[in-house]
C-alpha cells in the first residue's frame, strides 16, 4: 500500500523526533554531572581542580565543591552522595579506615586499603611520583658522628633521643608519624618547621620530623641532613582519587591513572606554594599543570 504524501510526511517527522529524543537521552546520562569534592587544605583543593579538570577533558561534566572540612567530614559528603570523588592519600586513609593496619611499603598498602574500603567506594592507581611522608632530620654533624642515614638507623636510638616535630602546612593531614617509627623518650611540639630547625641547629633537640616534604616550605631543611626511608620504617603516602563506584566510565579512569603517572611531590609542592605565597587559583594551576602534561 502507497501512504499519501501527507502521512509519509509524518512518518518521516516521527522517525526524526525519535531519533533525536534517544540521542538527547543518551547525552543526557553520558553528561551526567560529576562533583569532585575537596577538604580544607590547599592540597586537597588543587587534587580536586586537577582531577575535576582531567575529567573534564575525557568528555565529562564536572564541578568542584571545596572547603568541605577535615577528613571526616569530605568523606561523609562522599557516603551521603553530595560529591562524587576526593583526592586522598592512601596511607593516611588506609590509617583512617583501620587504626591497627600495620602495613608500611606501597605494595602493602595498595592491598590492605583495597580490603578496608568501604563497599560502594573505590580507587585508581596511586601516584608513585608524590612521596608525602614525613621526614626525619638531623643535624649534618650528628648524621656523620653517629653514621645515621636512614630512618631504620634510627630507629634502634629513638629512645634515648629528644624528637622535634613540627607541621608541614597546606597538605592533607596524615596520621601521628612517631607512632609509626617507635616510642621515643621525648618529644617537642614546635608551630613550625623554622623553630624545629633552629632547635636542631641550637641543639635543644636531637632529632626532628616533619609531617610532610621540605619542598613545601624552602629552606626549612637549610644545613640538616634527611634521613631515606627505602625500608618504609614510615608508610607509604601517595595521592590518589577515591570516588563512588560506577561514576566513572573506562576513559575516564585510565585519564586519572594517566594523571598518577605525572604528578609528582616537586609539581604538587611548587603549586602549593604557588597558591599559598604567590595567591594563585587552583584551578589556573591545575591548568596549566594537565597542559604541560599533555593530559
Known sequence: MV???????????????????????????QGARITVGAGDSIESGLLAEIYAGALARAGAR??????????AD???????????????????????????APDRTPDQVRKALSKSLPEGLVVTDAA??????????????AAARDNVRTVGDLVPRCGT????????????????ALEQVADC?????????????????DGQ????????????????????????????ALRAENVLPLFRKGVLDELQIKKLNYVAGELTTDDLAA?????????????????????????
Not at 564536572?62 to 577528613?71: K, M, Q
Not at 562522599?78 to 586522598?88: C, I, K, T, W
Not at 624528637?163 to 608541614?168: D, N, S
Request: glycine share 10%; hydrophobic share 45%; net charge negative.
Open 128 to 141: 608513585d611520583g608524590t612521596d608525602l611522608r614525613p621526614r626525619v632530620i638531623l643535624t649534618s654533624e
Open 62 to 71: 564536572t564541578s568542584v565543591e571545596a572547603r568541605l572540612g577535615g577528613r
Open 185 to 201: 623518650a621525648t618529644t617537642v611540639r614546635f608551630p613550625d618547621a623554622a623553630a624545629l630547625r633552629k632547635a636542631l641547629l
Open 205 to 232: 633537640v636531637q632529632a626532628g620530623l616533619l609531617t610532610g616534604p621540605p619542598a613545601v616550605v624552602p629552606g626549612s631543611t637549610d644545613g640538616l641532613t634527611i634521613l631515606s626511608d627505602a625500608d618504609y
Open 3 to 29: 501512504l499519501p504524501a501527507s502521512l509519509r510526511m509524518l512518518a518521516r517527522l516521527l522517525v526524526v523526533a525519535t531519533a533525536a529524543l534517544a540521542v538527547s537521552c543518551g547525552n543526557g546520562e
Open 74 to 100: 569530605y568523606l561523609a559528603a562522599l557516603d551521603a552522595g553530595r560529591v562524587d570523588l576526593v583526592g586522598e592519600h592512601n596511607g593516611a586513609l588506609l590509617a583512617f579506615l583501620d587504626t591497627t
Open 271 to 295: 603549586m602549593i606554594r604557588g597558591v599559598r605565597d604567590e595567591g594563585a587559583k587552583p584551578a589556573e594551576l591545575a591548568r596549566r599543570w594537565l597542559d604541560d602534561h599533555s593530559l
Open 161 to 176: 633521643l629528644t624528637i622535634g616535630v613540627a607541621p608541614v602546612p597546606d597538605l592533607i593531614a596524615l596520621p601521628s
